[in-house]
């Protein structure tokens, strides 16, 4: 394997880094108190890749088992036990604990451990999953056809 052919062509760098401090406030709150913070989304990575921290309360949340065809998925643990399927089992995943699912892979996740856990998933190519996350919240009064529709659009299929 080689590097990738070059994307920046110029001689002395661009001063181009973003900083987002620890403190920042959640850019997307679910009524359960899970929170998303958008760290790097695939607008602001050129498409590269998106980075999320997902903050679970101890109340179980998480999707089902799905896969996605166009992006993998990666999980690496914070804090707390997160339980990641691995398409075969489940696996209680802990602290500096990472899975990687490539395009088709069947996973999911959930926190059942009763206590708060922290994650970051990490989507690549950088899909535009700010749009999934902020839409959850609207599936409820949706009928099944819009449902299917918005997983269809946000290439989340279900087992």
Not at 83 to 95: E, V
Request: contains cysteine.
């Amino acid at each position: 394997m080689t590097y990738p052919p070059a994307r920046y062509k110029g001689d002395s760098g661009d001063i181009s880094a973003t900083y987002r401090p620890d403190g920042h406030a959640p850019e997307l709150t679910y009524r359960t108190g899970n929170t998303v913070h958008y760290l790097a989304t695939g607008t602001t990575t050129n498409g590269q890749f998106g980075l999320y921290r997902w903050e679970m309360g101890p109340a179980p949340s998480g999707p089902d088992p799905h896969f996605h065809r166009s992006i993998s998925e990666s999980f690496y643990i914070l804090t707390g036990t997160v339980r990641i399927y691995d398409g075969t089992r489940w696996i209680d995943c802990t602290p500096g604990d990472f899975v990687h699912v490539p395009e088709g892979g069947v996973h999911a996740f959930r926190n059942e451990s009763g206590q708060p856990a922290t994650m970051l998933l990490h989507f690549a190519p950088g899909a535009p999953r700010e749009g999934y996350f902020e839409g959850l919240v609207g599936l409820a009064g949706k009928t099944d056809e819009e449902k299917a529709a918005f997983f269809l659009e946000h290439d989340t299929f279900w087992l």
